[in-house]
Each structure stands twice: as structure tokens, then as C-alpha cells.
């Protein structure tokens, strides 16, 4: 409905001070002109908003000008309620959150207070992984701040391989993918993805941070996940007793089962695996013990078989 579009392009620019036709129009799903429309609109039935000129030019409202929020529908609350503040990982950013919600949940008519009383205890969200590994956000406060303020952010950043390096960069965003965060900064050497748990040391420091004018947070995400999972992976042929077939479907290195090879005479499945490198291929096949042979490449199958000799040879020598 157009009411609801106008209310949330007020909203928009009550959160943001400034945005041009066609960021409004983005966010809003429509086309520039029908947002020059509302724009018109708004304006003409009173609201204080007007276009700024330039290259730094958008839409505006006065800044002395503020509408109040609607209540929240009992559909918006759930939602909103859904979205347990223990999804924040760090302890610091879960009492903040809680406390924000409290404070939302005391503004709330009776019969939508009780409502959310009784959908928070019908949830309960667990972000710690099973055996008791968890993401270290500790660093995370830090990290958020530098982005908040647009400050520069110094880091001590372990890398895969366990080696550390020392970057100075510009926080651009953050991004939650699962109870994983990532920092996306840019450097001399580009835009770059840091994984917020592998930050030994963070620092914020005094310089203002050099943001890109048209960086687009969702769009640089979405390029980079998309180039991650079209990099060169390693394949491998391997024949799997049917159970780790099937187990082996739940893991990302799963690809698929080769066609007119369903089994063989012994039951067993061929299927064409994806690992990141022959490293990760070897430690997965030799982790499946008997209830996997490798087919192909021949490298990794000699690997294996090596490998399997020195473990031979190293308990023979116990015995």
C-alpha cells in the first residue's frame, strides 16, 4: 500500500538524514519516478522533506522534524521476538540487546506484553556449537564500534595456517553468517573479509576511515560468496560403503553420485567429491578409515596408502 511506503520512506530518512531517489527506491522496491512521486507528496501534504542538489544531494527531511513510530502489529512483534538477542554471540552485545528489548517490551500495550512474555519463553536460542566449541567474540564490541564511527582499525589477525599479521584497515561493515561474524574492511590492497573470532588484537584508533561513496555492504557479500564457492576446489573419485554415502550428503564436500553408479556388487556407492585442497582430501578420507577407497586421482591415492604405512610402522614399534 502507498501509506505504508510513505511511512517507510520517512523512516528511512529519519535513520539515514539523507538518501537520493535511488536508494529510496532500492530499499522501497519501487522505480525511481514512483519514489519522486511520494517524495512530491510528502511534501505537499505537509511534511518538511526537500531535495538536496549535487553530487552529495538527496532527499532530506528538516532536521528539527520527527513522526512517532507506530505500534508494532502482533505479526511484527513476533517476528522482531523471534530474533532472540543471544544470536549476538558476545556477552556484552547480549545485555545490551536484552536491555533494549526490555525497554521496547515496557512501552508495549498489556495484551502485546503478554504476548511477548509468552513467545520468548517458547524459544531459546544456543549459540555455542557442539563439544563445547564456540566462536571467540571478544573482539567483536571493538569491531562494531570502529564501524559505528567510521574510525580506522588496527588488528592483529590470525590467519589459516595459525600465522599472524598486523593490518591497519578501513571498517566498511559486519556481517553475521550463522554464530560466525565477519569484518568487511578495505586495505592498500583492496576490499577485504576477516573473520571477527580469528582478531587476536583490535584496536580503534583516531583517523577517520576512507569509505568507499558507493560501497554496498549486501552487494560486496553477495560477489564474494558467489567468487568463494566458484574457486577451483579439488576433486576426488572415492567409493563409500552406503551409510558414509549417505552421511557424506549432510557435508559440504559432497557433490554427487556418479550417474549409472548408484552400487556396486557390494553394495558400495562411487560418488565425486569436492574438497578445499588434496590436504583436506586425504585428512577426510583417512578420518573414514575402511569404509572408504579412493578411486581417483592417483596421487591421492598413493598419499593415502603412505600414510597409512607410517601409522602401521609407528604402532608395530609399540607393540
Known amino acids: 500500500m502507498r501509506a505504508d511506503r510513505l511511512l517507510s520512506a520517512l523512516l528511512l530518512l529519519q535513520a539515514h538524514g539523507r538518501l537520493t531517489s535511488r536508494e529510496l527506491a532500492k530499499r522501497l522496491e519501487v522505480s525511481e519516478r514512483t519514489m519522486h512521486r511520494d517524495m512530491e507528496a510528502l511534501s505537499a501534504s505537509g511534511v518538511p522533506v ?8 538527496g532527499w532530506q527531511l528538516d532536521e528539527g522534524w520527527r513522526t512517532q513510530v507506530p505500534g508494532l502489529d502482533e505479526a511484527e512483534l513476533r517476528a522482531f521476538l523471534m ?8 556477552e556484552r552485545l547480549v545485555r545490551a540487546a536484552e536491555r533494549a528489548l526490555a525497554k ?8 502485546l506484553r503478554e504476548k511477548a ?7 531459546h536460542v544456543d549459540t555455542t556449537r557442539w563439544y563445547g566449541t564456540i566462536e571467540d567474540l571478544s573482539r567483536l564490541p571493538v569491531v562494531q564500534d570502529a564501524v ?3 574510525r580506522k582499525l588496527k588488528i592483529i589477525y ?3 595456517g595459525h600465522e599472524v599479521a598486523e593490518r591497519i584497515v578501513d571498517p566498511l561493515g559486519l556481517v553475521a553468517k550463522g554464530s560466525v561474524w565477519y569484518l568487511v574492511a578495505h586495505t592498500p590492497r583492496g576490499f577485504r573479509t576477516y573473520r571477527v ?3 587476536e588484537e583490535a584496536t580503534l584508533l583516531d583517523q577517520p576511515c576512507e569509505r568507499p561513496p558507493d560501497f554496498d555492504l549486501p552487494a560486496y557479500w553477495k560477489s564474494s560468496t558467489a567468487q568463494f564457492r566458484a574457486r577451483p576446489r579439488y576433486n576426488a573419485l572415492l567409493r563409500l560403503e552406503p551409510r558414509i554415502a549417505e552421511t557424506m550428503k549432510t557435508w559440504g564436500c559432497f557433490s554427487n553420485v556418479e550417474t549409472g553408479q548408484d552400487s556396486d556388487a557390494e553394495g558400495w556407492i562411487t560418488v565425486r567429491a569436492q574438497f578445499d585442497d588434496e590436504d583436506h582430501a586425504c585428512f577426510i578420507v583417512l ?3 575402511p569404509r572408504a577407497d579412493v578411486l581417483e586421482p592417483e596421487a591421492l591415492r598413493e598419499r593415502v596408502a603412505a600414510d597409512i604405512g607410517r601409522i602401521v610402522d609407528r604402532l608395530a614399534q609399540r607393540l
Request: aromatic share 2%.
Open 50 to 57: 526537500f531535495a538536496m542538489r549535487g553530487s552529495q544531494g
Open 83 to 90: 530474533a532472540q538477542p543471544q544470536v549476538v554471540g558476545d
Open 104 to 111: 521496547l517490551t515496557a512501552a508495549l500495550p498489556v495484551s
Open 117 to 123: 512474555a509468552s513467545i520468548r519463553q517458547r524459544l
Open 148 to 150: 559505528s564511527r567510521d
Open 158 to 160: 590470525r590467519r589459516d
Open 197 to 199: 573470532s580469528r582478531i
Open 287 to 289: 578420518g573414514l578409515g
